[in-house]
C-alpha cells in the first residue's frame, strides 16, 4: 500500500478451487467478479488508487488437481466497507474455468493490535526506568545486604563463565542466563548459580552438573523458552522456575528471588559427630559444641603453625593447584606428599572412610565443616581449597586456603 494510506483492517480469507491455477488467477477472479457489484465507489481498482486498499497477497497450494490457498487484503476504509468487500469475495464461485469457493476468515483490527503492542512497550519502558531508579536508601538496604553475604562472584572453566564460589561444592546448581543474574542471586544470599550465557550451552555446564540436583531459574520471556529447550537437551533438569512473566531474574528482588527458589531449596540444619581421639586408641565420639562462631584461623593452634611454615608442603601445595584448579576434582596424599587419590569433589567423603595413610587434601573447591569432620576421621592433617564455609573449631586439623599461602586465582 503507498505510504498515504493507514492500514486499518486485515481482511483474510481461505479459497478452494477444483482445478489447478496460480495466484494470478486467484488475484483476477477477486477483482474482476467483484468490480459492479458494490456500485464504482467500491470498486477494487478505483480504492488502490485512492489508498484505500492495499497490495493483495496471496498463498496457493496445489495438491491432486485442486489448489487451496488463502489470500489477504489491507484496507484502509470503515468496517462497513470492508465487511461489504468481504462479503462480494465470498460470493466468487469461479476462477477462470474452473469452480472455486472463497469463504472469509476474518477480519483484524490492525490499531488494536498496535494499541496492545505500544501498551506492552509502554509497560518495559515502565519496568526499565523503575529498575535503573532505585531509590538512595535502597540503594544503602541493599549495600548493607550484600556485605552480609559470604558468597562472591568468580567464574568457571575455560569458558570463563560466571558463577558464584558455592558451585565449587554444593549439592544443588541453579542456572541461570547471565552474569548479571547470577549477581542478583549472590544479592539473594544464593551463591550456588552459574550463567549459561547464552543459547549454546558449553560443555562446562553438564559436567558441573553431572551428580547434582539441577534448577534451572530462567527469564520470563519467549526467549528463555528456546533457551530451556536447548538445556533440556543437554543436562539432566530437576526444576524449572521461571521469573514473573514479562521480567528477567536479573531484575527480581532478593525477596522475590527467596520466593521462587524456596520451594526447592530451604536451608538445612545438620549435626556431625568427631572421634574424641584422632586416630589413635579407641575411637569415641561426640558432637562438637554448639557453637556460633566462625571457624578461627589455624595459626594460633600449634600444630597449624607447624605445617604452615613447612616449605615443602606450600611448594608441593602450589606445584599441584594447576592441575586440580577449575576441575571440581581433589586430590588425597600422604606423609611423603605422594597422590594416593585424585576423585572429583563430591566423592570426597565417601572415599576417605575406606583410605589409609592420608595426611594431605588439596581440593577445588570450598572447605565445609561436613568435610572437615570427615577428614578428621580420615586423618587428615592439612587441608587447603579456595575457600572455608563458616566452620567450628577443629584441633589438629590446619585448614588453607589457596589465598593464605600464596596461590591466585
Known amino acids: 500500500m503507498p505510504n498515504t494510506g493507514i492500514v486499518k483492517y486485515h481482511v483474510k480469507l481461505k479459497f478452494e478451487v477444483d482445478g489447478i491455477v496460480e495466484k494470478a488467477d486467484i488475484i483476477g477472479a477477486i477483482f474482476g467478479q467483484t468490480e ?75 490499531r488494536a493490535i498496535k494499541k496492545k503492542v505500544i501498551v ?25 545486604y550484600d556485605a552480609s553475604k559470604p558468597g562472591k562472584l568468580t567464574s568457571f572453566g575455560k569458558a570463563q563463565l560466571a558463577c558464584g564460589t558455592g558451585v565449587f561444592e554444593s549439592p544443588v546448581i541453579i542456572l541461570v542466563e547471565g552474569r548479571a543474574d547470577v549477581i542478583n542471586l549472590l544479592r539473594a544470599g544464593f551463591d550456588n548459580s552459574i550463567a549459561i550465557e547464552g543459547a549454546k550451552i558449553d560443555e562446562t ?9 539441577v534448577i534451572a531459574f530462567l527469564d520470563g520471556d519467549r526467549a528463555a523458552d528456546l533457551i530451556l529447550k536447548e538445556l533440556q537437551g543437554l543436562v539432566k533438569i530437576d526444576k524449572v522456575l521461571r521469573a514473573p512473566t514479562g521480567k528477567e531474574v536479573e531484575e527480581c528482588t532478593p525477596l522475590e ?8 531449596i530451604e536451608p538445612t540444619v545438620e549435626q556431625y559427630e568427631a572421634p574424641v581421639q584422632h ?46 584448579n577449575e576441575t571440581l ?18 566423592e570426597i567423603i565417601k572415599r576417605l ?35 572455608m564455609a563458616e566452620l567450628k573449631k577443629s584441633p589438629e586439623i590446619t585448614v588453607r586456603t589457596f589465598d593464605q599461602i600464596g596461590i591466585g586465582n
Open 36 to 110: 459492479g457489484l458494490l456500485g464504482p465507489e467500491m470498486n477494487l481498482n478505483e480504492l488502490q488508487k485512492v489508498s484505500k486498499v492495499g497490495r493483495i497477497e496471496v498463498n496457493v497450494d496445489t495438491k491432486s488437481n485442486t489448489t487451496k490457498g488463502d489470500a489477504l487484503l489491507p484496507m484502509s476504509t470503515d468496517i462497513s466497507t470492508a465487511a461489504l468487500i468481504s462479503a462480494a469475495i465470498e460470493s466468487i464461485d469461479k476462477v477462470g474455468p474452473f469452480q472455486g469457493k472463497f469463504l472469509l476468515v476474518g477480519i483484524d483490527d490492525i
Open 120 to 144: 506492552d512497550r509502554a509497560k518495559k519502558i515502565i519496568q526499565e526506568w523503575a529498575t535503573k531508579t532505585i531509590s538512595e536508601g535502597e540503594e544503602m538496604l541493599r549495600d548493607v
Open 205 to 213: 555446564i553438564t559436567n558441573l552438573t553431572s551428580g547434582r540436583k
Open 257 to 264: 528471588i527467596t520466593e521462587i527458589l524456596k520451594e526447592v
Open 279 to 324: 586416630q589413635k586408641g579407641v575411637k569415641k565420639s561426640k558432637p562438637y559444641e554448639s557453637n556460633n562462631s566462625a571457624y578461627q584461623e589455624p595459626s594460633n593452634l600449634e600444630n597449624a603453625e607447624k605445617l604452615n611454615d613447612d616449605p615443602q608442603t606450600t611448594s608441593a601445595v602450589k606445584e599441584l593447584y594447576p592441575q586440580i
Open 329 to 346: 576434582e581433589a586430590m588425597i596424599l600422604d606423609n611423603s606428599m605422594q597422590v594416593l587419590l585424585k576423585v572429583p569433589v563430591s
Open 353 to 387: 572412610d575406606s583410605l589409609e595413610g592420608a595426611r594431605f587434601l588439596v581440593m577445588d573447591g570450598i572447605i565445609t565443616q561436613r568435610l572437615i569432620d570427615a577428614a578428621y576421621k580420615a586423618g587428615i592433617e592439612y587441608v587447603v581449597g579456595h575457600r
